[in-house]
């Protein structure tokens, strides 16, 4: 399976537009285009030792949102049952998806793997209001240029039973 980029502004948009407050399961939350702006500048001054900076925006129990900073490429990684969808926010950078992982280490009991990097795979060239799409089992990682930075809001799914090749 290849992850499915999007490009269309007024659905990037209408994505970003959610949650600014977040209550209980099930509730509505709005985060707004300035809000994450301001997000991102706090998070600018936070990059830990592996070139990013994160937070939860939301936890709804069964998906969960967050919003990352990049100013350094991540590590490898690899989700055997969960899908991550992805909205870019700021910057520019990469997306090396597919291959094989190189080095993995992890948990076979919950299906999630590091590595030193990926052979072979696909990259997908990433800027703002880009949508992309990563089935679950695929190694991926996000390359970000010297100098650069990537920021994104990133929900976590499970996958469903039997894998996203199931789903019709």
Do not use: C
Request: glycine share 14%.
């Amino acid at each position: 399976m290849t992850p499915v980029k999007i490009t269309l502004s007024a659905v990037a948009l209408a994505l970003i537009a959610l949650p600014s407050s977040v209550w209980a399961q099930g509730a509505v939350g709005v985060w707004r285009k300035a809000e994450l702006d301001r997000r991102d500048a706090a998070l600018s001054t936070s990059i830990g030792a592996d070139g990013s900076s994160r937070e939860t925006l939301a936890d709804y129990g069964n998906h969960r949102f967050r919003y990352l900073r990049r100013d350094s490429d991540g590590r490898p990684e690899q989700h055997n049952n969960i899908i991550d969808v992805v909205i870019v926010h700021s910057g520019q950078g990469t997306l090396l998806v597919g291959g094989e992982m190189v080095n993995p280490t992890g948990n076979a009991d919950t299906g999630e793997y590091l590595g030193t990097g990926i052979t072979g795979g696909t990259r997908y060239e990433l800027g703002a209001g880009d949508v992309i799409h990563i089935p679950e089992g695929l190694p991926h990682s996000f390359l970000v240029p010297q100098g650069q930075h990537l920021t994104y809001v990133l929900v976590k799914f499970p996958a469903p039973e039997g894998g996203t090749s199931a789903v019709q």
